[in-house]
């Protein structure tokens, strides 16, 4: 059958995804693998040992919190594989909670890996991809990134952030061949959900709010996603429900997050 419009094949393809040394990233890596792509993964840690269970894989060690760190991932990658095809900005942070007791230096992490990376690889890959009339840019954002994090003014900023990085990009850039997917789940069993930010209000929230998904079943959704080039995935569909709410009243969804604080806080 011929491929429609709308229709990414991952097969042959030069990936890259950075945070894939565990967690969602990992899974990612293992998913794209399946579906034939060629695929770096770069982490700050782990990723050499992830793509030494795929073939067609390469692991680098990366640091995506500076540019410089995302030019040279993009070097190794493209001497790795030669052109990246598609990019996935996955690696991220939770770092932080509330204002008054979050670290300038956590405010500053964040932003660089979940947001400004986004930004350095799109603005290093963009002058190729723009030439070839061809790109596809991914990244983790995250339900946070839609609604709210409960407990973390970092998450919840940065994350806003790069859900709104990915909606520029597709406006900006869409007529011109550059195709952008945003995933935006809530709870993920992960390091991170597990052990992350303000560990206990954090999973308290996220398991008060819905079901948590193994990391394999959000790569799934992002495999089928691409492959029909959408922009969101929402691996929880109770998000996109909640996002009517907010959009519909927002006094009214405010009112219910500040109950659900209530509960998860105990205050
Ligand atoms: N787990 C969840 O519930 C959940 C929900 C929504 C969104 N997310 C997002 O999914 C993405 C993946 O998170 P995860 O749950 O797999 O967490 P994780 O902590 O298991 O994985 C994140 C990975 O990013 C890497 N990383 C962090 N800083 C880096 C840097 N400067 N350079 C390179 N790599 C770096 C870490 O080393 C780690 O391996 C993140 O963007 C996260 O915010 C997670």
């Known amino acids: ?28 890596a293992g998913a794209f693998h399946d579906a034939g792509a060629k695929v770096v993964l770069a982490d700050l840690h782990g990723a050499e040992s992830v793509a030494a269970n795929l073939d067609r894989s390469v692991g680098l060690k990366a640091d995506v ?10 070097a190794a990658a493209r001497e790795a594989n030669g052109p990246i095809d598609l990019f996935f900005a996955n690696a991220g942070v939770a770092a932080g909670t509330d204002v008054e007791d979050t670290t300038e230096d956590d405010w500053a992490n964040s932003f660089a890996v979940n947001v400004h990376a986004h930004r350095w690889a799109a603005k290093h890959l963009l002058p190729e991809w723009l030439e070839r009339g061809e790109g596809y840019f991914c990244s983790t954002a995250s339900a946070a990134g839609l609604l709210a ?9 940065t994350k806003h952030a790069a ?45 008060a709010a819905g079901a948590v998904l193994e ?3 959000v790569a799934r959704a992002v495999v089928v996603a691409i492959e029909q080039e959408k922009f969101f995935v929402l691996p929880h569909p109770e998000v996109a429900h909640y996002m009517q709410l907010k959009a519909n009243d927002p006094d009214r969804w405010l009112g219910g997050m500040r109950k659900l604080q209530r509960t998860v806080k105990g205050r």
């Open 1 to 28: 059958m011929m491929p429609t419009m709308h229709q990414m094949e991952l097969a042959g393809r030069n990936t890259v995804i950075t945070g894939a040394g565990r967690g969602i990233g990992a899974a990612l």
């Open 65 to 74: 919190s500076t540019e410089a760190g995302n030019v040279a991932l993009l």
């Open 149 to 157: 994090q409960i407990g973390s003014g970092p998450y919840s900023v």
């Open 163 to 207: 859900v709104a990085f990915a909606e520029y990009m597709s406006i900006t850039y869409g007529d011109r061949g550059i195709n952008v997917t945003c995933l935006c789940p809530q709870g993920v069993n992960t390091e991170m959900l597990n052990a992350g930010v303000g560990a206990t209000t954090g999973t308290n929230v996220v398991k």
């Open 215 to 217: 990391p394999e079943d």
